[in-house]
């Protein structure tokens, strides 16, 4: 999420003013904005690899597709749709290894404040989408696992039923859950492997010296 606060940023104080004078947070300003981008930002993917694992420094996160006609709402949306398409290929490898069924998701932390962000993750996973009232899921935990040690509940599913609430739930919408997954595994799951290769040699040019220290250069003028 901290790429949203990066977007931000980029964009720069119109979008501050601009929530500013409808009372509202520049991110919620930005979730206005976005909603009426269509699925998919017209070709605008992100990949989310900012942070390179340490067996591959050449990875490098990058926004691919841009034309004339995406503007910021264009990369704020991309960002949102790469953080579910990213969560989601993660999530279901996670699941087809454990064989669990993944039937529906609970999205927590400051991003599930948003609307738009949370019908992105309904429609990415093709599954229904919840927010509990306590969107803080660690602190929601923690909560839990003290209850347990205190013996205020005899078991974690009594504790989970006393104190978890469901706020409200978003539904995937059938014909976004159809290009998502077209997007998904025809597109967005291919960026990595086209490009790596590309940004392997960047990353070998980049990190060498221009000079190395054994070699010598006699200039004179």
């Known amino acids: 999420m901290a790429t949203v606060t990066w977007v931000k940023e980029l964009l720069g104080s119109d979008?501050?003013?601009?929530?500013?004078?409808?009372n509202i947070t520049p991110e919620a300003y930005m979730n206005f904005l976005a909603a009426d981008v269509p699925v998919g930002c017209d070709g605008?993917?992100?990949?989310?690899?900012?942070?390179?694992?340490?067996?591959?420094?050449?990875?490098?996160?990058?926004?691919?597709?841009?034309?004339?006609?995406?503007?910021?709402?264009h990369m704020f949306r991309s960002v949102l749709e790469g953080i579910a398409m990213t969560m989601k290929n993660n999530a279901w490898a996670m699941c087809d290894e454990m064989g669990v069924p993944l039937t529906n998701i609970v999205v927590s932390g400051g991003g599930s404040n948003g609307e738009l962000f949370m019908q992105i993750f309904a429609d990415v996973f093709g599954v229904p989408a919840h927010r509990n009232v306590v969107?803080?899921?660690a602190g929601l935990g923690a909560a839990i696992c003290v209850a347990l040690a205190l013996g205020i509940?005899?078991?974690?599913q009594e504790a989970i039923d006393n104190m978890v609430r469901l706020r409200?739930?978003?539904m995937?919408?059938?014909?976004n859950v159809k290009r998502y997954n077209r997007i998904n595994t025809e597109v967005y799951q291919h960026i990595v492997p086209a490009t790596?290769?590309?940004?392997?040699?960047?990353?070998?040019i980049l990190s060498r010296p221009l000079f190395p220290s054994s070699s010598t250069c006699n200039c004179s003028s």
Not at 15 to 22: G, H, L, M, N
Not at 153 to 156: E, L
Not at 172 to 175: L, N, Q, S
């Open 15 to 22: 979008i501050v003013q601009a929530a500013t004078k409808r």
């Open 44 to 73: 605008l993917y992100t990949v989310l690899n900012w942070l390179p694992q340490p067996s591959r420094l050449h990875e490098r996160g990058m926004m691919i597709g841009f034309n004339s006609t995406h503007k910021g709402p």
């Open 135 to 137: 969107n803080s899921s």
């Open 153 to 156: 509940y005899t078991d974690r």
């Open 168 to 170: 409200d739930t978003f």
């Open 172 to 175: 995937p919408v059938k014909e």
């Open 196 to 204: 790596d290769n590309l940004l392997l040699k960047s990353h070998h």
